[in-house]
């Protein structure tokens, strides 16, 4: 059971198509995928249906499908549907556009009731060049190649085809998906991850609806190959009532960048820059880094890509002096290698070759971009030659630009046999190799799956609550300064020390208890920043001074916001950090990926600085220390300008508090901690503001205590430690991406009999996309559970140091979302010994508190003990009608 749900849809054995005779009647996009499909070369069976004058559904029964294609005017789709249904159809394609949310929740609702995979309505349908099928109104059938592409407009994807077709690039697949229909970006992105054809998918993005069906998909097929995303739709923040700095300064687009880099993908600006993202990224380059070493035959053309270069946040590579040493006398007199590699106009073929071939085997460089422009007595085919001479064994990314036009033919030519990405000008060379660099980078973000708590002490979350309800008791959405640092302690982060006055007497007592100097801050649910109505005192230094300033900021409130309830005065001690620098922390609540954590500048100039970074929740150290980097401000957390170096770990950690905040408390919605002084001793929150409201900001579809969260949280509550028979014990968790390497050896220590009846396939190991698949998945529509032996067990047979890997159980979702299909394989050694058991009623567990109603799944035949284990656990065991070599085997959650 291997094979993709979504398999009979997009590479179907054979199609009934349900088209209407009559052109006059049929619409332009209706007709256009008729005349497509009739045009094409389908390898499969391919039969056309009339509707109204085939007899009736007896007479259609012979025409049963794996995929119904509905090419017919709207009003007739619904019918055409109901027949593909009790025909026996798996999948359906609904060619249409312009249908409305409520005429496009009748169709699915046809689909779902009969299992049926919908792809529509407004679909303008797929191509599947390598099997012959265009099922699309995008054009003709587009050439075959490795590049998947999935298409929220279908203007759009005629567009792309269009160019591609002038440019000779192939498509394992052209999917165009339109809003509402059934299957939509998330399934073609699980399709295209699972198919082999695909090595690279490029996306063309509107908007999404269900961010953490969306995060899991994307996350699952960035793991398994390289995906790059196109989105239009680029607006400003603003656009609603912001009630703190985090909420006004954040724009959903930025959000959407952030949820880009987290899973694992890469973000281009057009649709050009998107293929050749995807070409230069399919090469799979072993990971890289931002140093780019530039090798030309002119400076004007180097000094553009080292600007460039400057701009997008890379590095121009220099090389190391004892590589620049060996190259020197290799070159021109004229030559010089300080920054640039600038081989001078007297640059040949051979001079590039010795250039490139110090640059490959240079540790201090990343990736090598040659340029060439055409000049008197130069041979630019030549040069090309020698740079693609060298394509083999290169080992780092090597990107040519080729300048000019008709006298550089031939040399871009003989770049693109040798599959060296080549571009027209050197700036569009270095975003390739910055496409390269932030995927590689973003990778890195993938790969962490932070729990919702960190290792640091643990919160009092029930005090929060208390705090939280409490507020929304008395129908407020604004904590209080006194409430929101309440809230902030229970998760032990730092906060100055406050009191509240309700008058100039009181403001004076509690000052002189403090010590001077103070601050003094008005304190009002009414007002969200104090600043704007002069609400805000610092460094006052007496008593007196003190009612003074109360009686004060009241007069200022009083005339600049009249209608504000005023609690009184909060009196804080000044933070002593002489050279503390100021920063921010926030969090905003995006729609549609829920809350998400800010990081930048502080101070009373945070909206005009607009110095922030973001990150999705949880956040582990990692995570805190990329989150911190990204911003302007980290340039000052170092030694500054006579400040020693700030305690960045103390800021990484009270990001981890934060985070530990969105994870537990689901009603917060908008929180500013602005400023935070952080220095050498620590970081310490000075002042803060809170937003709650009442409920939960749910992703659809979600069923668990974090399903605010658009990337669901490493389970860790799942972990557990259980004896072994004889002995010792091991250790129950889910399993994780770092476990590729341990998955892998159990795999390969599998006896053929045992590896046969997990994969029904003689495979000795498992491949990397498929190894990839296995270990990183969203703990949500998947759950995978390992027992890992511990280092230096007694029980281990082989005495085995570290950890190892000794049975997997796995359930994955159907598309049902009512049931899962599960998995199990324990090392043939700990086979018999209640491993098995005990891994298969872990992942029920869990199954069930997921809400799910049957787990199922098959097992061969002739696989005895498997069966006996399924019916002592109380499975069900019956024939499997598809397949006499397989028991389909039940169990109700």
Known sequence: MDKHYLTPLFTPSSIVVFACPDDAQAGSVVLAVQQALRAGEFKGRLQFVDLHTSGTLEDLSHASSDLAVIALPDEQAGEALEVATRMGCRT???????????????????????????????????????????ASACGALAAAGPLGLIS??????????DWAQKNRVGFSSVISVGPYTGVGIAEALDFLAHDPQTHSIIVYLEGITNARRFMSSLRTAANAKPVIVLKAGRRPAGGRAAQTHSASSVGSDEVFDSALRRAGAVRVASFVELFSAAKCLASRYRPVGKRLAVVSNGGGPGVLAADWLNEIGLELAQLSPGAADALRPLLPPRATLDDLLDLSEDAT?????????????????????????????????????????????FGKPLLACWMGDSTVEAGRAALRAADIPSFRTPEAAVGAFGNIATFYQNQQLLQQTPPPLSD???????????????????????????????????????????????????????????????????????????????????????????????????RNVARLQPQARIHGVTVQKMASARRGREVFIGLVTDDPFGPVIVFGAGGVMVELVRDRAMELPPLNQFLARRLIERARVAETLGAWRGAVPADVQALERLLLRVSEMVCEIPQLREM?????????????????????????????GSNDRYRHLAILPYPARFEQTLPLPGGGEYLLRPIRPSDGAMLQKLVQGLSPQSRYFRFVSSRAELPPTMLARFTLIDYDREMALVAVLREGDPASPEGAQGERIIGVSRYITNPDQSTCEFSLVVADEWSGKGIGSRLMQGIMDVARERGLKFIEGLVLSNNP?????????????????????????RHAL
Request: charged letters at 20%; glycine letters at 8%.
């Open 456 to 554: 640091l002490g643990a919160p009092d979350v029930e005090c929060a609550r208390l705090v939280i309800e409490s507020v929304l008791a008395e129908r407020r959405q604004v904590l209080s300064e006194m409430e929101s640092k309440a809230l902030l302690s229970a998760f032990h982060i730092p906060v100055t020390h406050a009191a509240l006055a309700r008058n100039g007497t009181e403001a004076m007592l509690l000052a002189s208890q403090m010590g001077f100097p103070v601050a003094l801050k008005i304190d009002s649910p009414d007002i969200s920043h104090k600043s704007d109505v002069d609400g805000v005192a610092l460094n006052i230094q007496s008593g007196a001074q003190v009612r003074d300033t109360f009686d004060e900021l009241m």
């Open 672 to 700: 500013d901690l602005n400023p935070v002084i952080v220095d050498e001793h620590g970081a310490v929150a000075v002042d803060a503001r809170i937003v709650v409201g009442n409920g939960q900001v749910a992703m659809s």
């Open 152 to 161: 929220q407009s279908g203007a759009l994807s005629a567009s792309m085809l």
């Open 92 to 134: 359906a394609l609904l060619v249409s556009h312009g249908i409305d949310a409520e005429r496009a929740r009748a169709l699915r609702e046809i689909a779902d009731r009969d299992g049926v995979q919908l792809l529509g309505p407004n679909s303008l349908g797929f191509q599947r060049p390598a099997s012959g099928l265009n």
């Open 865 to 889: 003990t498997m069966l006996k284990l399924m019916r002592h656990l109380g499975f069900s065991v019956e024939p499997f009608p598809e397949d006499p070599d397989f028991r389909l085997v």
């Open 349 to 393: 073929a051979e001079h590039y070759r010795s250039a490139l071939q110090a640059a490959a085997h240079d540790r201090t460089v990343d990736g090598v971009l040659a340029i060439h422009s055409p000049k008197a007595g130069s041979d630019s085919t030549a040069a090309a030659e020698a740079v693609a001479s060298l394509q083999h064994g």
